[in-house]
């Protein structure tokens, strides 16, 4: 386990999967602890795939490929390649297993810097093979939803700054996303209702006017802020094992998971990024908290 801190933050990373698993701001635990019964992970990281992909495969260049969910970063180890106080770098890149399932010379560099009571997470990716790189990257963080005694999630929103409405897709009950989208109405700017309460196991959004959103408290005012200007797409999830799991995921996603509306090929994918021969990609968000 990696740690790197501040005046206001105290950050905990493990090197497997890159992942974040504890964020104290000013002594107050920030990000879910992981229960296995309820959900075992805090912050995955998604590369170079995001969500599952229908029959568990993709097509790419006339071949069949398996497609393991969320990609195959998150079980990986990272090495770390610099580390300070506030700040450290993580490091993988292709191997002949992931070759087998991706079939790309990569790197992936992941890093974590602290700025006041912002968290910022950097992502670096290369393309080192000689041909055109589609890839996905996304973040899965899992914030606390029970800061103080006696909070439950009916505490708890998701707001919108400027906003008055949502655009969501369908879900089928494979995960897939399906047409027409629907338009949820935010009471004040906020999103209330969880993705089970509006029929749906993650709530996605699609080029939202506004790349900025903020998890509150009703009761205590205490918030985390997601910044995610270089992302087009969002996800909101927690699972769905009654109401009161104590956590919510705001993801930052580059592309959209699968949908029926999309082709088989890795290249149909809707916002799917393609990395020249010897390009390297950077895709940052910012997450503050208060």
């Known amino acids: 386990m990696i740690s790197i801190s501040n005046e206001a933050l105290r950050v905990q990373i493990n090197e497997v999967g890159a992942e974040l698993t504890s ?7 920030r990000i879910w602890e992981g229960d296995p019964s309820i959900w075992g992970k805090h912050a995955p990281l998604l590369f170079p795939l995001i969500g599952r ?4 495969q993709y097509t790419l260049g006339g071949q069949i490929y398996p497609a393991p969910r969320h990609g195959f970063c998150r ?3 990272f090495a770390v390649t610099r580390h300070g106080e506030t700040g450290v770098t993580f490091h993988t890149a292709a191997t002949l297993d992931t070759l ?3 079939p790309f010379d990569f790197a992936l560099d992941v ?5 006041g009571s912002t968290l910022v997470k950097t992502h ?3 393309n080192r093979s000689p041909e055109p790189m589609p890839f996905e990257l996304g973040g899965h963080e899992a914030y606390r939803t029970t800061l103080l005694p006696g909070e439950t999630m009916a505490d708890y ?4 700054e ?5 655009s969501l897709y369908g879900m089928d009950d494979e995960g897939m996303l399906t047409l027409p989208k629907r338009t949820v109405a935010l009471q004040n700017g906020v999103l209330e209702q969880l993705p089970a309460d509006l029929g749906l196991d993650t709530i996605v959004l699609d080029a939202p006017a506004v790349r900025r959103a903020s998890l509150v408290s009703r009761s205590s005012g205490r918030h985390v802020t997601v910044d995610f200007g270089d992302f087009d797409y969002l996800g909101i999830w927690t699972a769905q094992v009654g109401r009161d799991t104590n956590y919510l995921c705001i993801e930052p996603w580059s592309t959209l998971p699968d949908g029926r509306f999309m082709g088989r090929g890795l290249h149909d994918k809707t916002g799917i990024q393609i990395a020249q021969p010897g390009e390297t990609r950077t895709l940052s968000y910012r997450i503050t908290f208060a």
């Open 23 to 29: 964020v104290q701001h000013r002594g107050l635990e």
């Open 53 to 56: 992909m229908d029959g568990q």
């Open 75 to 77: 079980e990986r180890t």
């Open 100 to 102: 087998a399932v991706y």
């Open 111 to 115: 890093t974590f810097a602290l700025e």
């Open 124 to 126: 670096r990716i290369t």
């Open 157 to 160: 929103g998701v707001a919108f």
């Open 162 to 166: 400027g906003l008055s409405a949502l």
